[in-house]
């Protein structure tokens, strides 16, 4: 499957090469961990059926089916759409233990994962919609 085929290929980038081919305020989230400010981003609300890539690279995240209302302000998913699509790491950036959630393809930041998500995964991947393209089925 094509799909599965992006996730296998690395892309290494220069933060220079990144910073000239993504708009500004998604440079900040992608590259530089950022956060966008809750309930403004633009896949918050979507209810359309298809899947979520990485804004940086296209790798495939998360599909529809898994999205639901968490009630945070952002873009929530209780589980990816294949093991390899993601990266977790430690973050203790703001003084609190977090888990970090990156792209596998590209190592961009997408958000964090916590564990109070619903079932099946009790998992909740809180995803910045800056670190997001949506793919309409």
């Not at 892309?11 to 998604?26: A, F, G, N, R, T």
């Not at 809750?38 to 940086?56: E, I, W």
């Amino acid at each position: 499957m094509k799909r599965c085929d992006k996730m296998a290929e690395k892309i290494k980038k220069s933060e220079d090469e990144w910073k000239k081919i993504l708009p500004p305020e998604q440079y900040q989230v992608l590259r530089k961990k950022g956060t966008e400010k809750p309930f403004t981003g633009k896949l918050l609300h979507n209810k359309k059926s298809g899947t979520y890539v990485c804004g940086a690279c296209s790798n495939p995240l998360f599909s529809s089916d898994v999205k639901f209302d968490s009630g945070s302000g952002w873009p929530s998913f209780y589980d990816v759409i294949s093991k390899g699509a993601v990266e977790l790491r430690n973050d203790e950036s703001l003084g609190i233990k977090r888990i970090e959630v990156l792209c596998k393809r590209c190592g961009s930041h997408l958000g964090h994962v916590f564990d109070d998500g619903p079932k099946p995964t009790g998992q909740r991947y809180c995803i910045n919609s800056l670190s997001l393209n949506f793919e309409e089925e």
